[in-house]
């Protein structure tokens, strides 16, 4: 797919986008062009793996159900030598796929069907550069401020009192605005690996850490549950 | 002895062979007697010809024979008549039972001995030999009913071999009846006119009440005339067989008896097996219907989601993108959706079809000429696939009993199947072949897998997971709701062809 002529003088995210059906990859090269992305398409999991090293693409967009092969089995492949974003595409009956494969390093997920919109709102959040800036020690969310070197956190001004283990939850968040993060996840990184199936000790302290945030009526959640999943910090919203 | 002597009141058990010491019957001993008069005739007429050792012999020959011939007690009875006959006529004092010389009385001594040995062993010898051939026939008779109840397909089949067997055992008439919860009610009898009367009925609830055998009353007396044995089989309900007494003549052929118990155990075994097998076939067949459930289940989700993606994907696109998206980007868009939901369409088409047999509603059966609804599937096929080339070799067809909308949507999976995976030319023929319409889908294809041809000619509905989509598995299903089968080749040198046969009525006429 050729990008629109007028953006051709910036440089343009490629879009590897990974999907055995030709209806899908129609519509998802149409919708990525018109929105300032130039694409490449694979229709095997094969296929990804080699445009993935050939084009050097900014981003993947991984259907989960390949013909060749599994879309995990691709994902781990690609994780052995690139730190190439993913986004996958996912079934309804495919939930405990899609968590193994954000357990394997696929940085965020849409489920089929999705409007273009929610794609390109994930697009942008997974683009962003990870390790950009050098992990500040203020983080803003609105009227929220957390301060990392003063373990101080405070709405508005207002000082808001965490345990530490609460604090170091909400800094796993709110560190990865607008990307889901998994139960597994968040676990490891605040209890450590013996903890990684501590599913219902993590849901305790969510709510804890949300009872503690509440924004009054003012404004949406900043955590965002993804059902069966984990979850999202969307505090990156109001930047 | 093999058992205790039985009551009187039940004569069936008085058949009981008393083994090698068999009662002696009013013949033999006639024999016996006419024998022992032959011997003493001959002792007689050689009174001055052979010594009196000699003659001695003749009457240990009929006791022998005697023995022999009828068993332990004519044998002891012919030794002890004959030395009364011997001591009566030879010895001196002739024809009084004194004795006067002392070497008589020892003659006499060692006679009877050497005659009740005689008697003793060839009655056992007899008695053993009666045993053998008893014990023979009844395994003959035993393996024989094992043979023909094991291999008996259903319960009347087995209940049937059942009394077959026992009636030609008894040489009497024998019914089965069988508990319907409120009663015996009479299955099968012997002979076939032969009805179970108010004592025989009563007597066989006895027996299944009891769950023992119920005999048969004494001659002479008030009561059944049947003994009647259950036959209790879990889960395949319970029955009870009767045979009439046995008549005098078999009153001492004790396996029968034993046969008889071989008999009934044998049913009660039989039954169960069927019984087993019915609920096996029962859970075989649910697991099928479910794992058709899981394979339509399974493609449906494959099958829907795309077109509902494609169509999601576009509209948000139109409505988000719309202004920066060029203008032959937004016809193809629209199209997208357009054939994606024709696609959808169909599917629904398919699963309303497939909800409908499902429910077990099957068919409705009407007369319809088979060559307009194929002509009206080949439009539609070609309609849905413009870049197929799809044609008909359609020519006059008998009219057959189906339902249009359901043989319309079969013949359409077929040719979807072919469009799919055949780019080259596609034909459906239609054609009658002896009682059967086949409608034919032929491509130039790649051909069917192996596994898929074999699930399309086999009886199985659900297909492995070999096969994604719907088409054929509902294709098949609509078939056997029609009454027809599909079958499915490889065509030389390559390409596909699945048929579709269906039952043409006998009072078909050909339309004109």
């Known amino acids: 797919m050729s ?152 709405r508005a001004g207002l000082p808001i009192r965490l345990t530490p283990k609460e604090f170091e939850l909400l800094i796993a968040l709110a560190q990865n605005p607008g990307r889901v993060m998994t139960h597994r996840q968040l676990l490891l990184q605040v209890w450590g690996p013996a903890h990684v199936d501590d599913v219902p000790y993590l849901r305790v302290f969510i709510g804890q850490l949300r009872q503690k945030l509440e924004n009054g009526a003012t404004g949406p959640a900043e955590i965002q549950t993804e059902p069966g999943v984990g979850y999202r910090w969307m505090g990156a919203r109001n930047e | 002895m093999k058992h205790a002597d039985p009551p009187m009141d039940e004569p069936q058990l008085r058949t009981a062979s008393l083994g090698w010491m068999t009662a002696p019957r009013a013949g033999g001993l006639l024999s016996a007697a006419l024998w022992l008069a032959l011997a003493a005739g001959a002792a007689i007429l050689t009174h001055h010809t052979l010594s009196e050792t000699a003659r001695l012999m003749l009457f240990l020959l009929a006791v022998l024979v005697s023995a022999v011939r009828y068993g332990f007690w004519v044998g002891v009875i012919s030794a002890a008549a004959s030395v009364l006959l011997f001591n009566f006529i030879f010895v001196e004092p002739h024809f009084s039972f004194d004795i006067a010389r002392p070497e008589s009385l020892v003659t006499l001594l060692v006679f009877m001995l050497v005659a009740g040995l005689i008697g003793l062993l060839a009655g056992r010898l007899r008695g053993q030999r009666d045993d053998a051939e008893e014990r023979a026939t009844l395994l003959a008779t035993i393996s024989e009913v094992s043979r023909d109840i094991a291999s008996a397909p259903t319960p009347e089949a087995v209940l049937n071999a059942a009394l077959t067997h026992m009636t030609s055992l008894t040489r009497s008439p024998g019914m089965v009846l069988k508990d319907d919860g409120h009663g015996a009610q009479l299955l099968l009898s012997r002979p076939e006119d032969r009805v179970p009367g108010a004592d025989d009925l009563q007597a066989a609830q006895q027996a299944l009440r009891r769950g023992g055998v119920e005999f048969a009353t004494a001659p002479g007396w008030d009561g059944s005339r049947f003994t009647f044995f259950p036959i209790r089989a879990e889960g395949a ?48 067949r649910k697991a099928e219907t479910e794992s058709l459930k899981a394979t339509l289940l399974s493609s449906l989700s494959h099958d829907l989601r795309t077109p509902l993606a494609t169509i999601l994907g576009s509209v948000t696109t139109l409505r988000e993108l719309g202004p920066s998206l060029p203008a032959p980007a937004r016809s193809d868009l629209l199209m997208a959706i357009e054939e994606e939901a024709q696609r959808l369409n169909r599917y629904v088409a398919n699963l309303l079809h497939m909800t409908r047999l499902q429910s077990g509603l099957g068919a409705q059966m009407s007369w319809l000429d088979a060559g307009d609804v194929a002509r009206a599937a080949m439009l539609r096929a070609t309609r849905a696939f413009p870049q197929a080339r799809i044609q008909g070799d359609l020519p006059e067809m008998p009219m057959i009993r189906g339902e249009a909308a359901l043989l319309e949507q079969a013949l359409f999976n077929l040719m979807e199947n072919a469009a799919k995976y055949a780019p080259g030319p596609i034909t459906l023929s239609g054609r009658r072949e002896g009682g059967e319409l086949v409608f034919a889908v032929s491509d130039t294809g790649p051909g069917l897998p192996e596994n898929v041809r074999m699930w399309l000619n086999s009886d199985r509905l659900a297909a492995g997971p070999e096969l994604s989509g719907l088409g054929l598995p509902i294709c098949k299903g609509i078939v056997r709701a029609l009454g027809g089968r599909l079958s499915a080749q490889t065509q030389q040198p390559h390409g596909a062809q699945i048929a579709l046969h269906l039952p043409v009525p006998s009072d078909a006429m050909p339309r004109g």
């Open chain 1, 3 to 154: 990008a629109p002529s007028s953006a051709s003088s910036i440089p343009q995210p490629l879009i590897l986008i990974v999907d055995d059906e030709p209806q899908i990859q129609r519509f998802l090269g149409h919708a990525l062009s018109a929105a300032g992305y130039e694409c490449c398409l694979a229709a095997t999991g094969a296929e990804a793996l080699h445009l993935a090293e050939a084009r050097r693409p900014d981003l993947m967009i991984l259907d989960l159900g390949l013909p060749d092969m599994n879309g995990k089995a691709v994902i781990e492949r690609l994780r052995l030598t690139s730190a190439l974003p993913v986004i996958v595409l996912s079934a309804q009956d495919q939930e405990m796929e899609k968590i193994m494969a954000l357990d394997l390093g696929a940085d965020d997920f849409v489920a089929k069907p999705f409007a273009i919109g929610e794609l390109l709102a994930r697009l942008r959040v997974c683009l962003r550069p990870r390790r950009a800036n050098p992990p500040s020690d203020i983080i803003r969310a609105g009227s929220l401020l957390i301060d990392r070197s003063a373990h101080e956190v405070t």
């Open chain 2, 237 to 284: 309900g319970n029955y009870v067989i009767g045979h009439e007494r046995i008549g005098a003549p078999q009153m001492d052929l004790d396996y029968r008896e034993q046969a008889i118990t071989v008999i009934v155990r044998q049913s009660e075994l039989a039954l169960q097996r069927l019984a087993f097998a019915a609920s096996a076939n029962d859970e075989r």
